[in-house]
């Protein structure tokens, strides 16, 4: 089985930088997922880690170690919008994915 | 509009009618995915769809659930005699292909059981 560990709740401060933490266990591992979702709406992609090591997409990096079962979103430059869930999820091969709970970010001014 | 769509968006139902959501998936994609989500909970799993096949179904409770991705028209998933219990936020995803592929949410179903 696989196992998502994020915590619940961060708050951030409106440009600062911020980064939501996601471990994991699993018997079999092809890939990481971070998505967004905004209250009441659809999950959104964000990010794809295959292998190790930081994946740069303008204000959004991930990064990830497979060897620590261990990934990262990094959010600079904090925008108030940015106030979502930030859900990990686990892609294990021939299931479909599994999410965790996600983290509710919070930006404050 | 080229992303999933699903249908209806909000639907009330007294405990104990039938529940019936639609999810027709981005174009070019062909497998297809349903996902519960209750409140302040993460996505479950419930099933996984190909055209007329059923591939996963082992997050789907076993009685009332049921779900069909027929040849011609939208995947649906059924819940009969629903209960307070359902009450909750549907949301079907689609991919190209199995596992690795990125799946694409569509913007989710609220189904309220009073």
């Known amino acids: 089985g696989q196992n998502i560990d994020q915590p619940t709740e961060m708050t951030a401060t409106e440009g600062a930088i911020v980064q939501i933490n996601c471990t994991y266990q699993?018997?079999?591992?092809?890939?990481l997922f971070w998505y967004q979702q905004h209250a009441g709406e659809a999950p959104t992609f964000l990010s794809y880690?295959?292998?190790?090591g930081l994946e740069e997409k303008g204000r959004f990096s991930s990064f990830l170690s497979r060897s620590k079962g261990y990934s990262y979103l990094l959010l600079k430059e904090l925008q108030m919008k940015d106030s979502a869930s930030y859900l990990c999820?686990?892609?294990?091969?021939?299931?479909?994915?599994?999410f965790g709970k996600g983290t509710r970010l919070s930006v404050i001014a | 509009n080229a992303g999933v769509m699903q249908n209806p968006r909000h639907l009330v139902r007294r405990r104990g009618q039938e529940a019936r959501l639609r999810c027709s998936p981005m174009?070019?994609?062909?497998?297809v995915y349903w996902y519960r989500q209750l409140p302040e909970e993460g996505l479950k799993f419930m099933v996984y769809l190909q055209k007329e096949n059923i591939i996963d179904e082992s997050g789907m409770p076993k009685e009332r659930f049921s779900a069909e991705f027929p040849k011609e028209g939208p995947s649906i998933l059924r819940i009969q005699q629903v209960v307070r219990g359902d009450s909750a936020a549907y949301f079907c995803?689609?991919?190209?292909?199995?596992?690795?592929?990125?799946?694409?949410f569509g913007e989710g179903s609220w189904l309220t059981v009073v």
């Open positions: 999820a686990l892609n294990s091969g021939n299931t479909p994915l599994v």
């Open positions: 174009k070019g994609h062909s497998h």
């Open positions: 699993t018997s079999g591992f092809n890939g």
């Open positions: 880690n295959v292998l190790d």
């Open positions: 995803a689609s991919s190209t292909g199995a596992s690795g592929n990125t799946i694409y």
